[in-house]
Each structure stands twice: as C-alpha cells, then as structure tokens.
C-alpha cells in the first residue's frame, strides 16, 4: 500500500496561471497549404511584394467611360457614351479612366450608355499601387487567419504560410470509480477548441505505476493527466509526477479545480494534473492547463470568453482565501443571477449557465447589484 | 454572341435578407456519436432519463465524516475523527454522511484528520437525485453542443445525439480576368466557419452554358456560384440560373455585393449569385448567402459577430439609396474611425478593419461623435 500524499499546500490562481504560462514557449513554425490555414496563427508578419492592384481596373460594377466625355452631364442633360460595360476588378480598357456605377448608368442597348452625372478623372477606378505598394504590411505575425485573410493573402500570391506548428497533446484518464470516461472527450474537445491535436487518449490503472507509464510520451507538446490528484488513498496523480519528472506545482486555490497540479516529465515535456471530478476537471482545463495550449500554439492565453460587466441579481457568496468560479445566468441587458454552484450541480451548472464570474482569493463575494465581470458562453455562433 | 442582361432593379437588403432566410429550411436530423458531435446542432431536446447523482457522492474532495460527531469542533476545539479520504464523485462511504473540504481538514497520519469546524448532515454531499431528477431538461434543440455539453451528455448515459445535418454547399467558381482564383478558397472558409460541409468546387467557363452546367448537383443543399453577376457581356450567372430554373432576386441595395442574386435549380436546391469582387464576395456571403447556410444547418442565421455600440472618430458618408458596409477600426474602448471603403481598397479594408459598420438604406452615413453599431471581428480566438 502506498503512503497517502499530504494535502497539498495552496497556491494562488493568479500564481499558477503564470507558472502554467511560462511552462509553455511558442512552438516552432511549419509550412501550410493556404487552403487549409483558416484558423492557422502566422509565425511571421507577411508583406506585400507586388503592388495592389497589379494594373488601373474597375472598382465596382459599371461601365468603363473617358471622365473628359462626361463633362456637363445632368439628369437634365443626359449623355450618351459608348456602352463598355465591366465588372469590378476588371482592368480599364484603353480610352477610358473612369467607371460610371452600375446604379447611375442606364444601358441604351445595342451600344450605348446614358450618363446623367459628369465624372472625375480616375473616378472608380483602382489605380496600380493605390491600394497597396509593395512592402505594406498585410498580416502581422500572431494573427490568427480568418477567411478574408486566405482571401487577401492569396490576392497577393502566396500559396502558402509559415504558421504555428499545432500542439500534440496526450490525454491520460485514470478512471477512479466512475465506470464512463467523461473528461476525456469533454477535454479532447476543449483541447481542438484550442487549435490543439489530440495524438492520444490514454486510459490507465489509477495507481502510480499506472500513471507513470503514460507520462513519457515523445512527439507529444504536453500531457494531461486527469483523475488522482485529490488527497484519497487512491490518488496517485502527484506522486507518480514526481517519481518520474518533477511536480512544481500541486494544490491551487480556485474552485472547482484546487487540487490542480503542474510540472514536466523527465523528456522536459509539460505535465497538467487535471481533477477527476468533472466540473473541476473543465475548470482546471479553462483557467489551467487550456493556457498552455493556446500558448503553445501562438494563441492569447487569456480566458477565450468575451466578458462583459454585468449587475448582480442576488449576492454571490464565496470563501475567503480561495478563488470560486461562480455559474450565473443573464437576464436582461446586464442582469446576472447566481445559479448554484459548480461544487453543488457540477457539469450541470456549466450547461445551465450563460458564464461565470471569478470571485478573487481575498473575496468573500459580491453584493446584490454590485458590478462584476461575467465571461460569457457563446450560444449558436463560432466552432468549425 | 448573347444578349446582356439589363442592370437589375435593385430589392432593398432588408427584403433580400428576408427571402433568403425563407428560402433555406432547417436540415432533417442525423445521429451522430457524441464524441464527435461538438459544435452540433441538437435536433430535440434531451432530458435526463437517470437521477443525477445516481448515489449520495462527495461534493469536493475532502474528508468522509459522521456530522454527529463533529459537534463542538472548533479551531480551539479540534477534534480527531477516523481518517476517510474521499475524492470528488465518490461515493459517500457507510457511517458518513458529511465532507469537510481539503483545506479545512489536516491529516494526522496513519488514521486520523483533524476537525475544526462542525458540519452539519448531509454538508458537502450530494444526496441522489439532488443535481437533477428524471425528467429535468439537459439541453433544449437548437443548442449547439460545446465541451461541457459532451460531458454533461455522456454522463446522463447517452452515446449518440440527434443533430441537424450539416449543409452541403457546392461552390461554382466563374472567374473572369483575374488568373488566381481567391473567392473559392476563401468562400470555402465562410462556409466551414458556418458548420457547412464543401461537397466541391467545380470551376466553369464563364458562358450561360458552363455555368448551367454546374447548377444541377444532386446531393448538395445549396449552390454558391461566384463571378459573372455583373452587368458585362461576359455576366451570364442570372441568365443561366433563370434557363436552368428561377431567378428569383437579381440585384440588392447593399454594397460591396449590389449584383447579389437569389433562385432555385431545377431541382429546387437554393442557388445564390455572388460577385466575383473579392470585397464583393465577401459580403454577399456575409450578408445573404451565409445566413442560407446557417439556417439549413440548424444556426442562428444573425450576423455571427459580436457588435457594440461606439461613437464615429469620424465622419462616415454612404450614398441614399443603398445599404454600405463601412470597415472601421477601433481605438480606446469605444471609437470607431472609418477606413478607406470596400470599394477602394477591396480585401484590404477587410484585413485591416476592426469590423464594421452598416449604414442603412436611408441615411446618408454618420457625423463624428455618432453612435453606431460596429460588427467586430474576432481576433485570436475560437476557431477550431
């Protein structure tokens, strides 16, 4: 039988959070396709070699007109040109250095066009280099490429990026009496949220041995290890980090998640110990171990919720020396009503709720309509 | 050599929005494994068929204890209980029926935690069926399933959800000039941002017969052709379609995107007209075509970006007449300065910008120091 490790000593979150941040550096960049970089953080800043546009062509839908024909022309007096019509991004033909819009321009079918409004010289028309010279920066290094950016990147011909390689990450689960694995697909799919690649999800006999069997993967960014960490006979989580690597960190103050745990196996890989009990295994994920792999990936380590100050519909209570992660829902504009905690409904309160609010260590809460900050779930809108 | 089609009448956004949204129903359902069924659409409700806990469980990880026996205990009163490590989830061992949480109980090794506060029965247990009983509503359809849903799922029991299936899209790519093509890849990245699925791109001859060529797929939920919406000689999209089925919108007030259109194959599968325009592309997919596959996929067929209220750093001036996307960037925590339009400077403004304003059909634009509505891009975050 194996001796029970004590309770462990607390740290603060604000503390660990900077542990856990600094335990994860940057990964080296890889090529990718720009077809398949949606998403893709740039590991460089990109800049325009040739100019935008390449060559004077229409800036909108229309037809293509000399401005010198257009002079005088009114509703009163409307002129008729030569019809040639063009499509935006179309080059200008010769003989003209304007484009009459599609909605001022009234074909007179077979070869003629009314123009009721005189244009200037170059008006609607996208002149070489006005858009952009060669040189201008196009995406800085760290964005996080969105759809316009594959567009906008392939308009200047590249086919491919240089990007932040994806971080690999082990899932090691050790069941303890729950008979269905809940973390692991709830953190696989916290991890590709994140930009990361699940190599593996490791099912082991909660025992150190079993635990230290898993902790020296290679061609892995970081193992999480989820179940054992708690103080029960049973929990071999910490102990078995230590034995084959280092434990820098074991017991955070923040709830769910306290007995969250932090160190790096003998191969220098980054080691999470996750709770086994599934609200504090999400919340370990979110304010622990998900930084890391956002950080690995070139993304921002911050909380990936957009926040909002709300108003308190009723008074959060929360223990001193500990920071509690508080459900809320939201009603109205800025309403936010406590729902009973994630201690008390666990994952229940996560799908129930619209976010939470972090009530800090030296906090014992909030009163009714005190303002505070609530990080909101996105309902209906993002993944891919 | 064929005969051009007239400049559309042009339908107000609001209207063409409108048709849109009708012309795209909800996607009959699918099963699909839970673990892979994050970012889903649940296609009915679930309720929970179990209790939950199943058994009376630990809370927290703690110390199993008799309340009974901790009366009296105190900080200058500790007293010694029999020694019951217990971990979040488990279950509540015979004779206990109280936890004292990890970081009020001390060890004393081999057998004994010291108490030094009294707990009242059933304190830090959660008693069967306390979480949720039979019957309680876990997730109402329409949700889109995050991380925490899996979970939440999983440990109701279930291992398949129903969903909606997702939309096919087939992109039908007409360049005209241009070499490179940028509006297939980067519509491709619109439409799995949205939950579709791209069946292919099939790129056409720029005639009325290439382009009806690819308008009768089977096994696809919606058409995107790209290019040849203008009113150019060479524009034979509206035509095709209104051969090969219905033109039923061709021409809307909104710009980047006024030769948008709208209309059904033979077949009856919704076709929608986007620009070949890069800037233009862009926003007939945002505005129009994008909410088609949201809503086939069960989504919220909104904008999916987050907006606030700002006020203009400057004066925003639009044309009566016409609905314009304005690209802004933002400064300080709520001005928005308006950037060169769509029109001059294409997918550059869409890199560059913030977000963006639109500025209605009615209104000339915006004074400085007006309140408006700006739709923000996300910037490294979500994804996946």
């Given at each position: 039988?194996?001796?029970?490790?004590?309770?462990?000593?607390?740290?603060?979150?604000?503390?660990?959070?900077?542990?856990?941040?600094?335990?994860?550096?940057?990964?080296?960049?890889?090529?990718?396709?720009?077809?398949?970089?949606?998403?893709?953080?740039?590991a460089?800043?990109?800049?325009?070699?040739?100019?935008?546009?390449?060559?004077?062509?229409?800036?909108?839908?229309?037809?293509?007109?000399?401005a010198?024909?257009?002079?005088?022309?009114?509703?009163?007096?409307?002129?008729?040109?030569p019809?040639?019509?063009?499509?935006?991004?179309?080059?200008?033909?010769?003989?003209?250095?304007?484009?009459?819009?599609?909605?001022?321009?009234?074909?007179?079918p077979?070869?003629?066009?009314?123009?009721?409004?005189?244009?200037?010289?170059?008006?609607?028309?996208?002149?070489?280099?006005?858009?952009?010279?060669?040189?201008?920066?196009?995406?800085?290094?760290?964005?996080?490429?969105?759809?316009?950016?594959?567009?906008?990147?392939?308009?200047?011909?590249?086919?491919?990026v240089?990007?932040?390689?994806?971080?690999i990450?082990?899932?090691?689960?050790?069941?303890?009496?729950?008979?269905?694995d809940?973390?692991?697909?709830?953190?696989?799919?916290?991890?590709?949220?994140?930009?990361?690649?699940?190599?593996?999800?490791?099912?082991?006999?909660?025992?150190?041995?079993?635990?230290?069997?898993?902790?020296?993967?290679?061609?892995?960014?970081?193992?999480l290890?989820?179940?054992?960490?708690?103080?029960?006979?049973?929990?071999?989580?910490?102990?078995a980090?230590?034995?084959?690597?280092?434990?820098?960190?074991?017991g955070?103050?923040?709830?769910?998640?306290?007995?969250?745990?932090?160190?790096r196996?003998?191969n220098?890989?980054?080691?999470?110990?996750?709770?086994?009990?599934p609200?504090?295994?999400l919340?370990?994920?979110?304010?622990?171990?998900?930084?890391?792999?956002?950080?690995?990936?070139?993304?921002d380590?911050?909380?990936?919720?957009?926040?909002?100050?709300?108003?308190?519909?009723?008074?959060?209570?929360?223990?001193?020396?500990?920071?509690?992660?508080?459900?809320?829902?939201?009603?109205?504009?800025?309403?936010?009503?406590?729902?009973?905690?994630?201690?008390?409904?666990?994952?229940?309160?996560?799908?129930?709720?619209?976010?939470?609010?972090?009530?800090?260590?030296?906090?014992?809460?909030?009163?009714?309509?005190?303002?505070?900050?609530?990080?909101?779930?996105?309902?209906?809108?993002?993944?891919?």
């Open positions: 039988m194996s001796r029970m490790i004590p309770a462990p000593r607390l740290l603060s979150l604000d503390e660990a959070i900077s542990r856990v941040v600094d335990s994860a550096s940057r990964l080296p960049a890889e090529t990718a396709p720009l077809l398949s970089a949606c998403h893709r953080v740039l460089e800043e990109i800049r325009l070699v040739q100019p935008i546009p390449i060559t004077d062509r229409a800036a909108l839908d229309g037809f293509a007109v000399a010198s024909a257009t002079v005088g022309a009114t509703s009163y007096n409307p002129l008729l040109l019809l040639r019509a063009i499509s935006a991004g179309d080059p200008i033909p010769p003989g003209s250095d304007a484009v009459i819009p599609l909605n001022l321009g009234q074909p007179q077979p070869d003629a066009v009314e123009c009721v409004q005189a244009l200037a010289p170059g008006e609607n028309v996208e002149v070489l280099g006005s858009v952009a010279a060669p040189g201008a920066l196009l995406s800085a290094a760290g964005t996080q490429l969105s759809p316009p950016h594959i567009g906008m990147l392939i308009a200047a011909g590249l086919v491919s240089e990007v932040i390689r994806r971080p990450v082990r899932i090691v689960v050790a069941p303890g009496s729950a008979t269905t809940i973390n692991g697909p709830m953190t696989r799919a916290l991890v590709e949220r994140d930009g990361g690649v699940v190599a593996d999800t490791v099912t082991v006999e909660r025992s150190q041995q079993g635990i230290r069997s898993a902790l020296g993967a290679e061609g892995v960014d970081v193992v290890v989820i179940g054992g960490t708690g103080p029960g006979t049973d929990d071999h989580a910490a102990a980090l230590s034995k084959a690597g280092e434990l820098a960190i074991h955070v103050a923040f709830r769910p998640g306290e007995t969250s745990g932090l160190g196996a003998q220098g890989v980054p080691v999470m110990l996750l709770p086994g009990s609200a504090a295994c919340f370990s994920y979110e304010m622990l171990a998900g930084r890391a792999v956002r950080r690995l990936g070139g993304r380590p911050a909380l990936p919720y957009r926040s909002r100050v709300m108003r308190t519909a009723r008074k959060i209570v929360s223990a001193i020396g500990i920071t509690e992660i508080c459900p809320v829902i939201c009603s109205g504009r800025d309403m936010a009503e406590p729902l009973p905690s994630f201690g008390e409904t666990g994952l229940m309160a996560a799908v129930a709720a619209d976010g939470f609010v972090i009530v800090p260590e030296a906090s014992e809460g909030h009163p009714r309509g005190a303002s505070v900050t609530v990080y909101l779930y996105e309902r209906s809108c993002i993944g891919g």
